[in-house]
């Protein structure tokens, strides 16, 4: 049975410090590593999705790293800025199908 | 291209009532998902669908749940006689047809959701 998990469950840092929030599966064969945003009382905000066939994905000032072998994923924040403070969910699309299983997400608070 | 829609937002219920949740997907995709996130709790699959058809329901609860995706119109996800555990945040996401190759399952886009009280 697939479960991810998330570390560390909250995080807070000063604005400008570049971040690693980290995300663990336990069976390797995933198809796709999708990460996402949600603030408080609102939906998801989808933000890199990942292939197994790739290492990583990039968009602005984020950056997604995929070993699939180590059962391991990184978002790398650079240069974080107060509104990026939200909750940050790891999911995976493992080879039972097309459902997400999502980590229980790391809480980040960015102190201007 | 307008996003996922979810309604009602909020949907408040007494207990023994029933609650319909509403999603449209976004145009042109065919596949819809509904996951739950329970309070304090981490966001949890329920069913899968695609037009007239339930693929994967193995996250449904087996009594009073039931969800459907008709030809035309939006997704209901279906709650009979709610109860207080059943308060959570529900969230519908959609996808594309998925495309060759078959392994390459495509991202997954969500709506506001829709937060159920029940009094």
């Known amino acids: 049975k697939q479960e991810v998990t998330q570390i560390p469950a909250a995080l807070s840092v000063p604005e400008g410090e570049n971040l690693v929030l980290n995300c663990s599966f336990t069976?390797?064969?995933?198809?796709?590593l999708q990460w996402f945003r949600q603030d408080p009382g609102k939906g998801l905000t989808s933000l890199l999705l990942?292939?197994?066939?790739?290492r990583e994905q990039t968009s602005g000032r984020l950056n997604a790293s995929l070993d699939k072998s180590s059962g391991r994923s990184t978002l790398y924040i650079a240069a974080s800025q107060p509104g990026d403070s939200a909750t940050y969910l790891c999911?995976?699309?493992?080879?039972?199908?097309?459902?997400?299983?999502f980590g229980q997400g790391t809480e980040l608070s960015v102190k201007p | 291209n307008a996003g996922v829609m979810q309604n009602p937002r909020h949907l408040v219920r007494r207990r023994g009532q029933e609650a319909r949740l509403r999603c449209s997907p976004m145009?042109?995709?065919?596949?819809v998902y509904w996951y739950r996130q329970l309070p304090e709790e981490g966001l949890k699959f329920m069913v899968y669908?695609?037009?007239?058809?339930?693929?994967?329901e193995s996250g449904m609860p087996k009594e009073r749940f039931s969800a459907e995706f008709p030809k035309e119109g939006p997704s209901i996800l279906r709650i009979q006689q709610v109860v207080r555990g059943d308060s959570a945040a529900y969230f519908c996401?959609?996808?594309?047809?998925?495309?060759?190759?078959?392994?390459?399952?495509?991202?997954?886009?969500f709506g506001p959701g829709t937060r159920l009280t029940v009094l």
């Open positions: 999911a995976v699309i493992s080879n039972q199908g097309g459902k997400l299983i």
């Open positions: 990942i292939q197994s066939s790739q």
């Open positions: 669908l695609q037009k007239e058809n339930i693929i994967d």
């Open positions: 145009k042109g995709h065919s596949h």
């Open positions: 069976d390797s064969a995933i198809y796709n």
């Open positions: 996401a959609s996808s594309p047809v998925i495309s060759a190759p078959a392994s390459s399952y495509n991202e997954q886009f």
